[in-house]
């Protein structure tokens, strides 16, 4: 296998057209990263490309800093503009690596675009992706859990790009040897307190049972194609079973009810996401009560959202308990979606419309949508005194316009 000419076809095919003017490196400082730097800087030898690294210091073990400054001295002899990212934000709570890797993200993306890099490549290995298989085994994963990491996804405007998925570790690291290369053994790669760990060393019984990282890896590549094509059937579904209503989603609960389970799972998945403005989905395990209110009907609190059944459609709305608290002047947005527009905000504040702000607004029900809706949505407040609330038909002269369009909830289906 010439690593060098794959690595270099998957990140050409990848890229779906011209060289970008800079690619960015993460750049741990392990086997990985440093092959992926060396190979990405001899890739783009001849052409006007410029590669740039930097090293997260997630500052949780001693030497951490000076493992960082080793990494950027390497980074330097290779002639890459490196740069250091301190992470200050764990306070001791919650999952340690999970959070590590939030931040990590985020402090890469946020490196990449201060630099404005629009392309970024990560090490992860042939060897991650079937590690990752067997991770999301253990948790009973869907299609879209197996498929694991993808070649390619977006991270705000930068792209994302994992050219080394069809490389082993083993083979990463005879083209280090080869080329004379170091690198920094992070020792949390030998702790067995981490479930990664354990399973990259159980994977040694594994393999003469066939499950190779080669097997693994090319059932995550098998489920990506079948995650790709229900996307794209979810996609085109929601186009004729849903509309958006003032920040929240109702599908024909006839047509809906037709669908396979997987397919109603997508489509409940990617209105709550949208709706409630997470980050991630929720488990696939919390959400087979979802698909009760869609077979039975009824109604469900689920994810900061309500799923109702009312008159023939469901609704996934805002939950007003998620909401309830949310205070903002009256010039600002609203639970990240919404944004007031007329008069003087002068001494008015934005807060949810709740049921007794609903029994103020008299032609609420010309909306169209379901009191629980309702009460979820921002109302302009001069202390206990209503002002407006535009989508309960009490508009006063004011509107309310949402900061996140309608159409991201169709395109949501296609991209998570």
């Known amino acids: 296998m010439n690593i060098l000419s794959e690595v270099r076809a998957h990140f050409q095919a990848d890229i779906r057209g011209a060289l970008p003017p800079r690619v960015g490196v993460a750049l741990s400082g392990g086997g990985d990263s440093m092959a992926l730097l060396h190979l990405l800087t001899r890739c783009f030898q001849g052409h006007q490309v410029e ?17 960082a400054r080793q990494v950027a001295a390497i980074a330097s002899r290779m002639a890459v503009d490196h740069e250091i990212l301190l992470w200050q934000g764990w306070q001791g709570e919650g999952n340690l690596q999970d959070q590590a890797r939030r931040a990590r993200y985020r402090l890469l993306g946020d490196w990449a675009q201060r630099r404005q890099i629009p392309v970024l490549a990560l090490g992860h290995t042939a060897d991650d992706q079937a590690e990752t298989v067997l991770m999301r085994l253990a948790r009973s994963a869907g299609v879209d859990g197996l498929a694991a990491m993808p070649q390619r996804r977006a991270l705000n405007e930068i792209t994302l790009l994992r050219p080394l998925l069809k490389v082993t570790r083993a083979q990463l690291r005879s083209y280090l040897t080869q080329n004379d290369l170091t690198w920094v053994e992070d020792p949390s790669n030998q702790d067995r307190r981490f479930e990664r760990v354990r399973l990259r060393q159980a994977m040694k019984d594994l393999a003469p049972l066939g499950l190779t990282i080669e097997s693994l890896s090319a059932v995550a590549e098998n489920m990506a194609k079948a995650k790709e094509a229900l996307d794209l059937i979810a996609f085109k579904l929601a186009r004729e079973l849903a509309q958006t209503i003032c920040g929240g989603v109702a599908f024909d609960e006839v047509r809906l009810r037709d669908q396979p389970d997987e ?36 109604g469900l609190t689920l994810g900061g959202c309500r799923i109702l059944s009312r008159r023939g459609q469901i609704w996934v709305c805002r939950e007003y308990n998620a909401v309830r608290n949310e205070v903002a002047p009256a010039d600002a947005v609203w639970d990240k979606r919404w944004c007031f527009q007329g008069g003087d905000p002068q001494q008015l504040e934005q807060r949810p419309l709740g049921q007794a702000g609903l029994l103020l607004c008299p032609d609420w029900r010309d909306s169209g949508c379901p009191r629980e809706l309702l009460e979820a949505t921002p109302a302009l407040w001069r202390n206990q005194q209503l002002i407006a609330a535009p989508l309960a038909k009490m508009a006063n002269g004011w509107t309310v316009n949402a900061v996140i369009s309608d159409e991201e909830f169709y395109t949501g289906l296609l991209s998570h």
């Not at 590669?51 to 493992?67: C, K, N, P, W």
């Not at 799972?265 to 209110?293: F, I, N, Q, T």
């Open 51 to 67: 590669i740039l690294a930097a090293t997260v210091d997630h500052g949780l073990r001693e030497g951490s800093a000076q493992e």
């Open 263 to 298: 397919i109603i799972h997508r489509l409940l998945s990617g209105a709550l996401r949208w709706v409630s403005g997470a980050e991630y989905p929720l488990r696939r395990r919390v959400m087979g009560k979802a698909l009760d209110v869609v077979r039975r009907g009824g």
